[in-house]
Nanobody, 125 residues
Framework: QVHLVESGGGLVQAGGALRLSCVASGRTSDDYAMGWFRQAPGKERSHVAVITWYAGNTYYADFVQGRFTISRDDAKNTVYLQMNSLQPEDTAIYYC??????????????????WGQGTQVTVSS
């Protein structure tokens, strides 16, 4: 099973930027897509962006509105989430996850089979 480790979270002022990284060790053919999700206190985990390893197809949540970019480096087994114009409402724990083709299509957390430990992103006003 793939092992996922996120990094890059931290504290940033509103309007600032962060880049999250997720290293995927032990990928298999079941790991068709990678996703970034977030969970704020008292809220459900929700989709931010997903990307496929092979073609690099992407799908973003509506709230992203061009502020975030997901990308992957196949040689490094790493997926990134570049987050610009961060706002206090973006404060959450951000998780990366691996899933198969159906997970990419649904982009729902319960369809992804492997998860990282999460990285905290805090945006101050």
């Amino acid at each position: 099973q793939v092992h996922l480790v996120e990094s890059g979270g931290g504290l940033v002022q509103a309007g600032g930027a962060l880049r999250l990284s997720c290293v995927a060790s032990g990928r298999t053919s079941d790991d068709y897509a990678m996703g970034w999700f977030r969970q704020a206190p008292g809220k459900e985990r929700s989709h931010v962006a997903v990307i496929t390893w092979y073609a690099g197809n992407t799908y973003y949540a509506d709230f992203v509105q061009g502020r975030f970019t997901i990308s992957r480096d196949d040689a490094k087994n790493t997926v990134y989430l570049q987050m610009n114009s961060l706002q206090p409402e973006d404060t959450a724990i951000y998780y990366c996850a691996a899933g198969d083709r159906s997970a990419y299509i649904s982009s729902k957390p319960h369809d992804f089979h492997s998860w990282g430990q999460g990285t905290q992103v805090t945006v101050s006003s």
